[in-house]
Protein backbone atom coordinates (compact mmCIF):
# COMPACT_ATOMS: atom_id res chain seq x y z
CA UNK A 1 0.00 0.00 0.00
CA UNK A 2 1.57 3.12 -1.46
CA UNK A 3 -0.95 5.92 -0.42
CA UNK A 4 -0.53 8.73 2.31
CA UNK A 5 -2.56 10.47 4.47
CA UNK A 6 -1.86 13.98 5.68
CA UNK A 7 -4.06 14.96 9.02
CA UNK A 8 -4.72 18.91 9.37
CA UNK A 9 -6.85 21.55 11.38
CA UNK A 10 -9.36 24.02 9.11
CA UNK A 11 -8.53 26.98 9.45
CA UNK A 12 -4.95 28.91 9.99
CA UNK A 13 -3.35 25.35 9.67
CA UNK A 14 -4.90 24.32 6.49
CA UNK A 15 -4.46 28.11 4.98
CA UNK A 16 -0.78 28.30 5.53
CA UNK A 17 -0.09 24.57 4.68
CA UNK A 18 -1.59 24.93 1.47
CA UNK A 19 0.92 27.07 -0.59
CA UNK A 20 3.49 24.13 1.56
CA UNK A 21 1.12 21.03 -0.42
CA UNK A 22 1.12 22.99 -3.78
CA UNK A 23 5.02 23.46 -3.66
CA UNK A 24 4.74 19.83 -3.35
CA UNK A 25 2.92 19.32 -6.66
CA UNK A 26 -0.86 18.24 -3.66
CA UNK A 27 -3.70 20.61 -3.98
CA UNK A 28 -7.05 19.16 -2.00
CA UNK A 29 -10.28 19.15 -4.48
CA UNK A 30 -12.17 20.34 -1.93
CA UNK A 31 -12.21 23.43 0.47
CA UNK A 32 -12.59 22.62 3.64
CA UNK A 33 -14.29 26.13 5.02
CA UNK A 34 -17.20 25.51 2.59
CA UNK A 35 -17.46 21.58 1.96
CA UNK A 36 -18.49 19.03 5.32
CA UNK A 37 -16.06 16.22 4.30
CA UNK A 38 -13.59 15.08 6.51
CA UNK A 39 -11.75 12.85 4.12
CA UNK A 40 -10.58 15.15 1.14
CA UNK A 41 -9.22 13.82 -1.78
CA UNK A 42 -6.28 15.59 -4.16
CA UNK A 43 -4.98 16.00 -7.68
CA UNK A 44 -2.77 12.82 -6.79
CA UNK A 45 -4.90 9.93 -6.52
CA UNK A 46 -2.18 8.42 -3.57
CA UNK A 47 -2.59 11.54 -1.06
CA UNK A 48 -5.13 12.19 0.64
CA UNK A 49 -5.96 14.65 3.21
CA UNK A 50 -8.10 14.46 6.64
CA UNK A 51 -9.54 17.42 8.40
CA UNK A 52 -9.52 17.41 12.41
CA UNK A 53 -9.84 18.99 15.35
CA UNK A 54 -5.79 21.20 15.65
CA UNK A 55 -5.21 19.32 19.38
CA UNK A 56 -6.52 15.71 17.39
CA UNK A 57 -3.64 16.09 14.65
CA UNK A 58 -0.79 14.36 16.90
CA UNK A 59 -3.12 11.14 17.84
CA UNK A 60 -3.62 10.29 14.20
CA UNK A 61 -0.22 10.38 13.43
CA UNK A 62 0.77 8.80 16.53
CA UNK A 63 -1.90 5.47 15.81
CA UNK A 64 -1.07 5.51 12.10
CA UNK A 65 -4.15 6.91 11.46
CA UNK A 66 -2.55 9.55 9.21
CA UNK A 67 1.11 9.06 7.97
CA UNK A 68 1.71 13.04 7.96
CA UNK A 69 0.24 15.70 10.20
CA UNK A 70 0.66 19.80 10.85
CA UNK A 71 0.65 20.52 14.39
CA UNK A 72 1.14 23.78 16.62
CA UNK A 73 4.17 23.42 18.96
CA UNK A 74 1.79 24.40 21.79
CA UNK A 75 -0.36 21.16 21.02
CA UNK A 76 2.86 18.99 20.26
CA UNK A 77 3.98 20.04 24.28
CA UNK A 78 0.59 18.75 25.61
CA UNK A 79 0.62 15.72 23.37
CA UNK A 80 4.10 14.45 24.20
CA UNK A 81 5.33 13.72 21.42
CA UNK A 82 5.65 9.95 21.72
CA UNK A 83 5.73 8.03 18.23
CA UNK A 84 6.19 11.43 16.24
CA UNK A 85 9.32 12.15 13.99
CA UNK A 86 9.50 15.99 14.04
CA UNK A 87 11.55 16.64 10.86
CA UNK A 88 10.58 20.13 10.38
CA UNK A 89 9.63 23.88 11.86
CA UNK A 90 7.30 24.92 9.16
CA UNK A 91 7.20 28.11 10.87
CA UNK A 92 3.94 29.35 10.14
CA UNK A 93 0.79 29.91 12.46
CA UNK A 94 2.82 31.94 14.24
CA UNK A 95 2.12 33.19 18.09
CA UNK A 96 3.39 33.08 21.24
CA UNK A 97 2.49 31.75 24.59
CA UNK A 98 2.13 34.05 27.35
CA UNK A 99 0.94 34.30 30.71
CA UNK A 100 -1.66 37.43 30.80
CA UNK A 101 -3.83 39.21 33.64
CA UNK A 102 -5.87 42.39 34.13
CA UNK A 103 -4.53 45.38 33.44
CA UNK A 104 -5.27 46.20 36.66
CA UNK A 105 -3.35 43.60 38.62
CA UNK A 106 0.03 43.77 39.79
CA UNK A 107 1.63 40.23 38.33
CA UNK A 108 5.14 41.14 39.38
CA UNK A 109 4.65 42.45 42.94
CA UNK A 110 2.46 39.40 43.04
CA UNK A 111 4.79 36.93 42.26
CA UNK A 112 7.79 39.02 44.73
CA UNK A 113 5.49 38.26 47.22
CA UNK A 114 4.83 34.45 46.54
CA UNK A 115 1.41 35.42 46.01
CA UNK A 116 -0.34 31.05 45.19
CA UNK A 117 -1.87 32.36 42.10
CA UNK A 118 -4.67 30.65 40.20
CA UNK A 119 -4.26 30.40 36.71
CA UNK A 120 -6.49 29.32 33.96
CA UNK A 121 -5.13 27.64 31.06
CA UNK A 122 -6.13 24.92 28.26
CA UNK A 123 -1.77 24.47 28.20
CA UNK A 124 -1.80 22.63 31.23
CA UNK A 125 1.36 20.78 30.41
CA UNK A 126 2.91 23.61 29.35
CA UNK A 127 1.96 26.14 32.50
CA UNK A 128 2.80 23.53 35.10
CA UNK A 129 6.13 23.05 33.62
CA UNK A 130 6.98 27.08 33.19
CA UNK A 131 5.88 27.80 36.49
CA UNK A 132 7.84 25.05 38.15
CA UNK A 133 11.12 26.40 36.43
CA UNK A 134 10.40 29.93 38.14
CA UNK A 135 9.42 27.97 41.41
CA UNK A 136 6.32 29.31 41.99
CA UNK A 137 3.40 27.86 43.65
CA UNK A 138 0.51 27.83 41.46
CA UNK A 139 -3.08 26.59 41.24
CA UNK A 140 -3.75 25.33 37.63
CA UNK A 141 -7.41 25.45 36.68
CA UNK A 142 -8.35 23.91 33.04
CA UNK A 143 -10.34 25.56 30.35
CA UNK A 144 -11.17 24.50 26.54
CA UNK A 145 -11.69 27.58 25.37
CA UNK A 146 -12.28 31.12 25.90
CA UNK A 147 -9.65 31.53 28.52
CA UNK A 148 -9.78 35.16 28.72
CA UNK A 149 -12.97 35.62 30.25
CA UNK A 150 -11.36 33.88 33.49
CA UNK A 151 -9.99 36.57 34.77
CA UNK A 152 -12.67 38.94 34.26
CA UNK A 153 -15.21 36.33 36.46
CA UNK A 154 -13.04 35.94 39.43
CA UNK A 155 -12.52 32.24 38.42
CA UNK A 156 -8.34 32.85 37.99
CA UNK A 157 -5.40 35.31 38.66
CA UNK A 158 -4.42 34.79 35.12
CA UNK A 159 -3.94 32.78 32.27
CA UNK A 160 -2.00 30.81 29.99
CA UNK A 161 -3.01 31.16 26.30
CA UNK A 162 -1.38 32.60 23.44
CA UNK A 163 -1.21 35.62 21.45
CA UNK A 164 -0.80 36.40 18.32
CA UNK A 165 -1.77 40.24 17.43
CA UNK A 166 -2.82 41.13 21.35
CA UNK A 167 -6.48 41.93 20.33
CA UNK A 168 -8.24 39.38 21.78
CA UNK A 169 -6.14 40.68 25.19
CA UNK A 170 -6.96 44.06 24.57
CA UNK A 171 -10.90 43.56 23.67
CA UNK A 172 -10.92 41.98 27.25
CA UNK A 173 -8.72 44.17 29.44
CA UNK A 174 -5.96 41.68 29.48
CA UNK A 175 -2.17 42.18 29.63
CA UNK A 176 0.67 40.16 28.79
CA UNK A 177 2.93 39.73 31.49
CA UNK A 178 5.28 37.24 30.93
CA UNK A 179 6.01 35.36 27.47
CA UNK A 180 6.63 31.57 27.73
CA UNK A 181 7.96 30.65 24.50
CA UNK A 182 7.57 31.47 20.63
CA UNK A 183 4.87 28.64 18.83
CA UNK A 184 5.10 28.04 15.15
CA UNK A 185 3.52 24.69 13.43
CA UNK A 186 5.67 21.64 12.52
CA UNK A 187 5.45 18.75 9.91
CA UNK A 188 5.12 15.58 12.18
CA UNK A 189 5.36 11.59 10.52
CA UNK A 190 4.65 9.12 12.30
CA UNK A 191 8.02 6.56 13.06
CA UNK A 192 6.97 3.54 11.21
CA UNK A 193 5.25 4.97 8.23
CA UNK A 194 8.45 6.85 7.32
CA UNK A 195 10.14 3.44 7.36
CA UNK A 196 7.73 1.98 4.97
CA UNK A 197 6.56 4.63 2.72
CA UNK A 198 9.74 6.51 2.42
CA UNK A 199 9.79 6.67 -1.09
CA UNK A 200 6.34 8.87 -1.46
CA UNK A 201 6.83 10.73 1.63
CA UNK A 202 10.66 11.98 1.38
CA UNK A 203 9.56 13.82 -1.66
CA UNK A 204 7.34 15.93 -0.43
CA UNK A 205 9.40 16.81 2.88
CA UNK A 206 11.99 17.89 0.80
CA UNK A 207 9.76 20.31 -1.10
CA UNK A 208 8.29 21.65 2.38
CA UNK A 209 11.93 22.37 3.36
CA UNK A 210 12.11 24.30 -0.09
CA UNK A 211 8.95 25.77 0.56
CA UNK A 212 9.40 27.09 4.03
CA UNK A 213 9.76 31.10 4.94
CA UNK A 214 12.78 31.58 7.26
O1 LIG B 1 -10.29 26.37 17.50
P1 LIG B 1 -10.28 24.97 18.03
O2 LIG B 1 -10.80 24.89 19.43
O3 LIG B 1 -10.83 23.94 17.10
O4 LIG B 1 -8.78 24.50 18.19
P2 LIG B 1 -7.52 25.39 18.22
O5 LIG B 1 -7.78 26.74 18.79
O6 LIG B 1 -6.46 24.56 18.86
O7 LIG B 1 -7.23 25.46 16.66
P3 LIG B 1 -6.91 26.70 15.75
O8 LIG B 1 -7.14 26.24 14.36
O9 LIG B 1 -7.61 27.92 16.25
O10 LIG B 1 -5.36 26.90 16.00
C1 LIG B 1 -4.44 25.98 15.48
C2 LIG B 1 -3.03 26.40 15.85
O11 LIG B 1 -2.76 27.72 15.38
C3 LIG B 1 -2.75 26.47 17.35
O12 LIG B 1 -2.48 25.19 17.88
C4 LIG B 1 -1.53 27.39 17.36
O13 LIG B 1 -0.33 26.64 17.18
C5 LIG B 1 -1.73 28.29 16.14
N1 LIG B 1 -2.11 29.69 16.44
C6 LIG B 1 -1.47 30.77 15.95
C7 LIG B 1 -3.10 30.10 17.24
C8 LIG B 1 -3.04 31.52 17.24
N2 LIG B 1 -2.03 31.89 16.41
C9 LIG B 1 -4.01 32.27 18.01
N3 LIG B 1 -3.96 33.51 18.02
N4 LIG B 1 -4.06 29.46 17.94
C10 LIG B 1 -4.95 30.17 18.65
N5 LIG B 1 -4.96 31.55 18.72
C11 LIG B 1 -6.04 32.16 19.54
C12 LIG B 1 -5.60 32.37 20.99
O14 LIG B 1 -5.83 31.20 21.76
C13 LIG B 1 -6.49 33.54 21.46
O15 LIG B 1 -7.76 33.12 21.90
O16 LIG B 1 -6.41 33.45 19.07
C14 LIG B 1 -6.67 34.33 20.17
C15 LIG B 1 -5.69 35.47 20.23
O17 LIG B 1 -5.46 36.03 18.98
P4 LIG B 1 -5.08 37.56 18.88
O18 LIG B 1 -4.69 37.78 17.45
O19 LIG B 1 -6.27 38.36 19.29
O20 LIG B 1 -3.89 37.82 19.81
MG1 LIG C 1 -9.09 28.21 17.92
Redesign the pocket.
Known amino acids: MTDITIAL??????DDTAPLLKAAGIEALDDPESSRKLILATNRNNVRLIIV???DVPTYVQYGAADLGI?????LLEHGGIGLYQPLDLNI???RMMVAAPESFDYDSAVRKGARLRIAT?YLQTAREHFANKGMHVDLIKL?????LAPLVGLADAIV???????????NHLKAVEEIMP???RLIINQAALKLKRTIIQPVLEAFSQAIEH
Open positions: SKGRIFRASAGKDVARCKYGSMEDLVSSGNTLKAISS
